[in-house]
Nanobody
Framework: QVQLVESGGGLVQPGESLRLSCLFSGNTASISVMGWYRRAPGKQRELVALLNNDGGETYSESVKGRSTIARDNAKNMLDLQIDRLKPEDTAVYYC?????????????WGQGTQVTVSS
């Protein structure tokens, strides 16, 4: 089993920075990919950033150049740093993991953390 718990969301002003954290536990050796998604009001859930098990990183065009994803296995933590926040960054942010166990592949999701960037 893999559990994901997000933290670090809150109310921030445009131009400020924010670091979101995802604490993962359970059978962490079964995780192949981790990342962050977000869902804004009235919009579909979209990818923000992905970290593959080979160390490769993928960012959406909306945050590319002002965001960094990093995994710390010693702390069982996946972080997402977003700089120069914009009002359109307002969304619920979800931690994600691809889990392979017992010969099958599953998606694991956290509960989400709210990020609000004031106008």
């Amino acid at each position: 089993q893999v559990q994901l718990v997000e933290s670090g969301g809150g109310l921030v002003q445009p131009g400020e920075s924010l670091r979101l954290s995802c604490l993962f536990s359970g059978n962490t050796a079964s995780i192949s990919v981790m990342g962050w998604y977000r869902r804004a009001p009235g919009k579909q859930r979209e990818l923000v950033a992905l970290l593959n098990n080979d160390g490769g990183e993928t960012y959406s065009e909306s945050v590319k150049g002002r965001s960094t994803i990093a995994r710390d296995n010693a702390k069982n933590m996946l972080d997402l740093q977003i700089d120069r926040l914009k009002p359109e960054d307002t969304a619920v942010y979800y931690c994600y993991a691809t889990v392979a166990q017992w010969g099958r592949v599953f998606d694991a999701w956290g509960q989400g953390t709210q990020v609000t960037v004031s106008s």
